[in-house]
């Protein structure tokens, strides 16, 4: 059977209380209903239909890099109003119904609820909950076979203690679907076309209904306002520490750890508190991070370590390599093996060869520097004329003085020395002592200016 699967992203969220539509809300620095496309996506064959409504260009937007579907549901008009506008474009397998402010569902969770889904059975994931208020109850009647699903609002005293309740995520078969959406009322306290009406025509049509539940309640949490969106992010966070420490990863503290994107790890890696992985980072065996770390977009190769504080977007650093504390490594940034970049070191779009020294207080941008080099404390590649951005080429085993101002475009090469305190703006050529500062003068006996006394 095909598989198309419904995701519903039309409200508004009120109770965010934004102006940014509920499910672009950011979870591990992802939409929340790219978290459920991207898992829809990954389920065999699935073609997507996203049901789209207040703000559905920005909706859009935020998904435009997969191949889906939107429907526009113009008017909000409950949950079976919004699968309906999805109907057209059904083929006539399977049909599995999500939503977008739902983000941790699980593949397997879906895979199991889709395996029973035929012309005579229709699919339903129920959660057991200690605190049932607000959701659905699921109505069980002979031999214990769901009959229907009462929403919290038009249920009785005894329909309210029940604790089986109504997850929303459901299946069934795109013929099924054809046939009762059109007959969905909306005479209940809401005056909306609920989609849980189906189990009750379900039960009519002598369709049965198959039950199952996720590993966790946590899966099938939705988010209406700000503090479930911090609870969720919590149990994300959880569950990617919990992933990365069973790949052999030591987390000084899971609690205080956040991964907001993809990373491939080695072995033997350790990552102190606070640190953040965003967009694709690989962790080669022997990494060690240090606290209060953000790296994005990078990868560190065998024995890299990143010290307390460091900033790290769009870069390699190679074997036994080093950066900070407090360093800033750009987009563009090369470290070679066993290359050292100290605090207060900002590079980017360079790239520092096998062994390169930069200590502390240095500026390296549009730069090559050779293998064995040295960059004195306070050293800058002026690489900017105000238009233009130029490079500087740093040859092998240069020691460059501290203070100094490498002009650039500019040369220099191999074995040369800077003098500290030198701008240099011409080509420096090999095995040269080059100085670029004017002349000290000593004035003897000089007297300093004195502060003038009050009127």
Not at 194 to 199: E, P, Q
Not at 259 to 269: H, K, S
Not at 425 to 438: F, I, M
Request: with cysteine; charged share 25%; glycine share 12%.
């Amino acid at each position: 059977m095909t598989l198309d699967v419904v995701i519903l992203a039309a409200g508004q969220g009120t109770r965010m209380r934004s102006k940014t539509p509920k499910v672009l809300h950011p979870l591990a620095g992802r939409p929340l209903v790219k978290h459920v496309v991207d898992t829809a996506a990954g389920l065999d064959g699935a073609k997507l239909h996203v049901v789209v409504g207040h703000a559905g260009e920005a909706v859009r937007a935020s998904l435009g890099e997969r191949e889906l579907t939107f429907c526009e549901q113009a008017e909000q008009k409950g949950t079976g109003h919004a699968v309906a506008q999805a109907l057209a474009g059904l083929g006539e397998g399977k049909v599995l119904v999500l939503y977008g402010d739902v983000p941790l569902i699980q593949a397997k969770t879906l895979e199991s609820l889709l395996e029973t889904v035929d012309e005579s059975h229709m699919a339903l994931l129920t959660v057991t909950l200690e605190d049932p208020t607000g959701y659905g109850r699921i109505v069980r009647g002979d031999k214990n076979a769901v009959t229907a699903i009462v929403e919290h609002k038009d249920a009785d005293a005894g329909q309210r203690a029940i604790r089986e309740c109504n997850t929303g995520i459901m299946a069934m078969t795109a013929a099924q679907l054809r046939r009762w959406l059109p007959e969905l009322s909306a005479e209940n306290a809401q005056g909306e076309y609920y989609l849980t009406d189906v189990i009750a025509m379900a039960v009519a049509d002598g369709v049965e209904v198959s039950v199952s539940q996720p590993t966790s309640p946590v899966e099938v949490e939705g988010v209406n306002d700000r503090r479930q969106l911090a609870a969720l992010e919590r149990a994300y966070q959880r569950r990617q520490a919990e992933q990365l420490m069973s790949a052999g990863v030591t987390l000084a503290d899971p609690a205080r750890f956040d991964l907001r994107g993809e990373v491939t790890v080695g072995r033997d890696i350790a990552i102190d508190i606070n640190v953040i992985l965003e967009g694709k980072v690989t962790l080669e065996d022997d990494v060690v991070i240090g606290p209060n770390c953000v790296i994005k977009d990078s990868v560190l190769r065998r024995g890299a370590a990143v010290k307390a504080n460091s900033h790290l977007e769009g870069v390699e650093m190679g074997e036994g390599s080093d950066c900070g504390p407090f360093a800033r490594l750009r987009p563009g940034t090369r470290l070679g093996a066993k290359a050292h970049v100290g605090n207060f070191v900002e590079t980017k779009n360079a790239m520092l060869g096998e062994g390169v020294k930069a200590g502390h207080l240095s500026y390296l941008g549009d730069a090559e520097i050779g293998a064995g080099t040295n960059i004195g404390a306070g050293t800058i590649t002026c690489n900017y004329d105000g238009a233009n951005k130029h490079r500087t080429q740093i040859g092998e085993y240069v020691f460059v003085g501290s203070n100094s101002a490498l002009v650039a475009p500019v040369t220099i090469g191999d074995r040369a020395t800077i003098g500290a305190g030198s701008t240099i703006t011409r080509e420096v050529k090999d095995d040269d002592l080059a100085l670029g500062r004017s002349r000290q003068v000593a004035k003897a006996g000089w007297q300093r200016p004195v502060k003038k006394p009050k009127p």
